[in-house]
């Protein structure tokens, strides 16, 4: 049978009697495959055909390849239409995926003996999802289910090396579930606490009793970026701060307003807790198992910038549910309704499913957050994953979806890592890179491996910087820490990625560097095409910078700090157009890249990794530092004259 439209299919499913059993499928081309050998797991036997799997399948939205135009039209400073930024009704009704999309892959389904009450759509009409067993599966998308075991852990799970799609429905499909997903990363903190690059003050400190090379406060960074102190409270701006599994322990923040802030904040002062699906607050046994500086060192970074404007603190994650430990896709289900539904919405094995479904009292038993969470105009993220870890197809959705909060007027800010141009598997892990041919993670690699979410273009990613001597006037270099341990080495995060192509904001500066100062490794170490996606964007200190975590002082480096900290200047920004009676600035990258006049260019140091030297702070942009740290008496009147 065929459907006029979906609708009138689903009110009519009641009725539909079950077809035949159809013949082999014919027509299939390959959609997705997984490149190389998967790392940390083993292949090990055939899925029995009768297990039962929960198929999705995501439809392709509109309008996706006109996301550059929408965004730049209200984030270009030369467009007329700067800073209208759009209603998520908008966005919700612009992406929706086509009536002939969903009505083609219902038929297929249907035709190929999927009983139509079997079948439920999104309310949103983003995705179908059926329970079908593993034989169904495999002769829909003509492919193999196998079990994978963990080589560490031992955890089993199902997954298949390629799939195959109908010619004629494969256009109408981003991915289907689960197929090539194997990894659930735990966003990894971009941190080095504990790595001998977090050192404690021994006796504490306060404002001017160390040189800023020694510890980095709010004083060295005002001095610095040339930024003032905080003096305004714009409704609806409070800045975001995300955390995963890492714990803000509030009897740290008087200590640290007394010491570290000027004037000084207030003790009572508090962020907005932000729970989402069952994020916890702190307590002696999170502190007592080392968790805590991370958030310690975002929080107190951006209120001593901020203040008197809030802090909204979003926690994500119960932290117990780490069977799928899962990305940035929970945080992007509470803040957007529409994307718990979009495309697949959430993943088996690799975003966490809530109510958690391991045998965990502990965990979290509440349904998913979908929408709710209050949206910050500046969100910062200090947590990033590796690239070649995740599937393609998974990293263009939740890409598209930061282009949507762009839209809406978020600027997303992302640290960029700590590992030069190689990355780290997992928190704990040493850095790796990718297989040269295949580009998979490979611990033995030689080619470079990108970070994400940064590969996203429509993301600013912070690089670090550290002071070349012991006062804000001897300059920044980029930060290099080098050290004996394989997981202990801290270079700014940055390089370009192998599946996002350049954006235009960046094409210029990004080939003035490859023009001029590229490495020549050749095409089998980076992405040397001219035609790729590079990180990162900008940067800012990070290393030494003054943090009180358990009742003791420390200065703490990594991108993490870096993030926040240029965060806070955004912010700041927005106040400043709020009072004039403008909005918040949103995507950020187009502006930025037009007037690199208002960055201090850092040109000494460099990222090494995957036994080279990676690559040279040099004249402008580059994938190091970026277009340098920001100047804040440059950046205010660029963004008053917007509209």
């Not at 606490?193 to 406060?217: M, N």
């Not at 993943?347 to 910050?376: F, H, I, R, T, W």
């Amino acid at each position: 049978m065929r459907f006029s439209t979906l609708v009138a299919a689903l009110a009519s499913s009641a009725a539909t009697t079950s077809l035949a059993a159809p013949s082999p499928s014919k027509g299939h081309v390959l959609h997705e495959k997984r490149d190389g050998k998967p790392h940390l797991w083993e292949k090990r036997d055939r899925a029995a055909r009768s297990q039962v799997l929960p198929i999705r399948i995501g439809l392709r939205q509109r309008n996706l390849e006109n996301a550059e135009r929408y965004i730049y039209e209200v984030s270009d400073p030369h467009s007329p239409n700067f800073g209208t930024h759009w209603t998520a009704e908008q966005v919700a009704n612009t992406f929706a995926p086509s009536t002939t999309t969903k009505n083609a892959v219902l038929n297929w389904l249907v035709d190929s003996g999927i009983e139509l009450p079997r079948i439920t759509l999104s309310k949103g009409h983003n995705w179908v999802e059926f329970s079908g067993t593993v034989e169904e599966a495999e002769r829909l998308f003509s492919t193999e289910y196998w079990h994978y075991q963990h080589v560490e852990n031992g955890g089993l799970r199902l997954a298949v090396d390629e799939y195959s799609l109908p010619e004629h429905v494969q256009k109408h499909v981003d991915f289907v579930m689960p197929t090539v997903q194997l990894d659930g990363l735990k966003p990894v903190a971009n941190t080095n606490h504990g790595r001998g690059l977090s050192a404690i003050i021994p006796g504490g400190a306060s404002l001017g009793s160390l040189p800023c090379g020694k510890l980095v406060t709010i004083e060295c960074l005002r001095k610095l970026y040339k930024f003032p102190e905080g003096k305004t409270i714009a409704k609806g701006n409070k800045i975001g701060i995300a955390e995963w599994a890492d714990y803000l322990y509030e009897p740290d923040l008087p200590l640290f307003y007394k010491n570290f802030t000027k004037p000084q904040i207030p003790a009572k002062t508090k962020p907005e807790f932000v729970a989402i699906d069952g994020g916890l607050t702190a307590n002696l046994t999170t502190v007592s198992e080392g968790s805590g500086v991370e958030a310690a060192l975002d929080v107190q970074t951006v209120y001593s910038i901020i203040h008197p404007q809030g802090v909204r603190y979003y926690q994500v994650g119960d932290g117990i549910n780490v069977d799928s430990v899962g990305t940035f896709n929970i945080f992007l289900d509470a803040l957007d309704e529409s994307y718990c539904t979009y495309e697949g919405g959430d993943q088996p094995y690799v975003d966490p499913a809530y109510p958690d479904p391991n045998d965990n009292e502990l965990g979290y038993q509440g349904p998913l957050q979908c929408g709710g969470a209050p949206k910050s105009n500046v969100i910062s993220v200090s947590y990033g994953q590796i690239e070649g870890a995740l599937p393609y197809f998974y990293q263009i959705r939740q890409c598209n979806e930061w282009m949507k909060l762009g839209l809406q007027g978020v600027s997303v800010i992302y640290a960029s890592g700590d590992s030069g141009v190689a990355n780290r598997y997992n928190s704990g892990y040493p850095n790796s890179c990718l297989n040269a041919d295949q580009l998979f993670v490979d611990n033995n690699g030689t080619r470079y491996s990108p970070s994400f979410p940064v590969n996203c273009p429509y993301i600013t990613s912070v690089g670090a910087t550290s002071l070349i001597g012991n006062d804000t006037d001897s300059g920044e270099r980029a930060v290099s820490q080098p050290s004996t341990g394989p997981a202990n080495a801290y270079y700014s995060g940055g390089g370009f990625s192998n599946y996002f192509p350049m954006p235009s904001y960046q094409k210029s500066a990004v080939t003035h560097f490859l023009k001029n100062y590229a490495p020549n490794y050749g095409p089998n170490v980076y992405n040397d095409s001219g035609n790729a996606r590079g990180f990162p964007d900008v940067a800012a200190i990070g290393l030494s910078v003054a943090t009180v975590w358990n009742g003791s002082t420390y200065g703490v480096g990594g991108t993490s700090a870096s993030a926040p900290i240029f965060a806070g200047i955004v912010t700041l920004l927005n106040e400043a157009r709020i009072a004039i009676g403008k909005g918040p600035i949103g995507f950020l990258n187009p502006t930025l890249y037009k007037h690199p006049e208002a960055f201090n260019d850092i040109t000494i140091g460099n990222n090494p990794g995957c036994g080279t030297g990676g690559f040279n702070a040099t004249p402008g942009w580059d994938p190091v530092t970026g277009l340098g740290s920001p100047n804040y008496e440059k950046l205010l009147p660029i963004f008053l004259r917007l509209p």
